[in-house]
Nanobody, 116 residues
């Protein structure tokens, strides 16, 4: 079992920045990929960014050049640095992890609101 806990969400003005953090804990063999997804009101959950154990990254087109995903393996933590935030970035952001047994784990989410 893996537990994911997100933090760092909040209210920010357009053009501002936030950094989200997600800490993984629990009894697992290994985590081979982590990522961030988001869900805006009335919309489906969508991929934001992923990072593998080999530090290969992937981003949604809508956030390329603005968001950066990174991992601290020693701390079992994944980060999402969000710059140049737009109102359309407003959503609940969910941390995701996948282990070597192909199990998927999700955090409870953290709300990001971009508004003036």
């Amino acid at each position: 079992q893996v537990q994911l806990v997100e933090s760092g969400g909040g209210l920010v003005q357009p053009g501002g920045s936030l950094r989200l953090s997600c800490v993984a804990s629990g009894s697992i063999f290994s985590i081979n990929a982590m990522g961030w997804y988001r869900q805006a009101p009335g919309k489906k959950r969508e991929l934001v960014a992923t990072i593998t154990s080999g530090r290969s990254t992937n981003y949604a087109d809508s956030v390329k050049g603005r968001f950066t995903i990174s991992r601290d393996t020693a701390k079992n933590t994944v980060y999402l640095q969000m710059n140049s935030l737009k109102p359309e970035d407003t959503a609940v952001y969910y941390c995701h992890a996948r282990d070597s047994l192909f199990m998927n784990y999700w955090g409870e989410g953290t709300l990001v609101t971009v508004s003036s």
